[in-house]
């Protein structure tokens, strides 16, 4: 009998080393829990060597709302990149754009550091924020329509990430917060208060958790990208995708 998460991990390692998707139909079924497809991601990461003994240093979080289950992923280093940032290298199969705020790590967190964290204190750790766009993608052939336990083993659908200039965090009232983005030729499109958990900074605690879930610290300067502000928006090879936090910054990637 064939083990489910060195299956569904010898899949992903092939469609990352190939650039060719792989088909999920065969794999329907075989991941049973989200521990199960966390397994899968670092099976993946320890088999393209994507963090050596130094760990992730960015991260994707989010979720629905703040009464769902929220999922994470460590985000590949060689597909995040500083604003303006060129994409074209990028064999995408899919090109969804998701406008974000970043929130970077001021100091080192143990696991019995973010086992204590609250939602109202975890912000003191952080030292800066950024306006990013990422740019989501599939390993799977059936992309968008493939299990969800499957995403989330392919790092929740992670494609690349561009990252805009670094401020000093600060509350912010996010409610009223503003994004805009524009795709291509494409007209502005504006969202305000738009965030799924109402501040970006409330997974803190969550994330971190789960980050350090094995014993490992995570260390000051990590990244952790927050969730989509504006959907999923679809752009082609060629667009320039541009994206603006007014009071926060701004961020681009020519795709």
């Known amino acids: 009998m064939t083990t489910p998460v060195p299956t569904v991990a010898a899949a992903l390692l092939q469609a990352h080393r190939t650039g060719r998707p792989a088909d999920a139909a065969p794999l329907a079924g075989q991941l049973q829990t989200p521990a199960d497809a966390y ?14 003994d130094a760990g992730p240093r960015h991260w994707k979080s989010g979720g629905p709302s703040r009464q769902a289950a929220l999922t994470h992923a460590p985000l590949p280093p ?5 604003s303006p940032a060129g994409m074209r290298d990028v064999p995408f199969q899919l090109r969804l754009i998701e406008a974000e ?25 952080l030292d800066g924020m950024a306006v990013s766009i990422e740019i989501v993608d599939s390993r799977w052939q059936q992309a968008r329509d493939a299990e969800t336990l499957l995403k989330l083993a392919d790092l929740q659908s992670h494609g690349a990430l561009a990252l805009g200039d670094w401020r000093p965090f600060e509350a912010r009232d996010w409610s009223a917060q503003e994004c805009r983005v524009r795709i291509g030729a494409g007209p502005w499109q504006t969202f305000r208060g ?50 603006e936090f007014p009071g926060v910054g701004t961020a681009a990637v020519q795709l």
Do not use: K, M, Y
Request: net charge neutral.
């Open 101 to 125: 705020i970043a929130l970077r790590l001021g100091r080192d967190v143990t696991a019995a550091q973010a086992a204590a964290l609250t939602h109202d204190g975890a912000p003191s750790w």
């Open 194 to 243: 738009t965030h799924s958990l109402g501040d970006p900074a409330w997974l803190l605690p969550l994330w971190l958790r789960h980050a350090t879930r094995h014993g490992a610290t995570v260390g000051a300067g990590t990244v952790v990208t927050t969730g989509t502000w504006c959907g999923l928006l679809s752009a082609q090879a060629g667009d320039r995708v541009e994206v």
């Open 39 to 52: 397994a899968v991601q670092d099976e993946v990461a320890r088999g393209l060597g994507w963090f050596g």
């Open 78 to 82: 060689g597909n995040v990149r500083s």
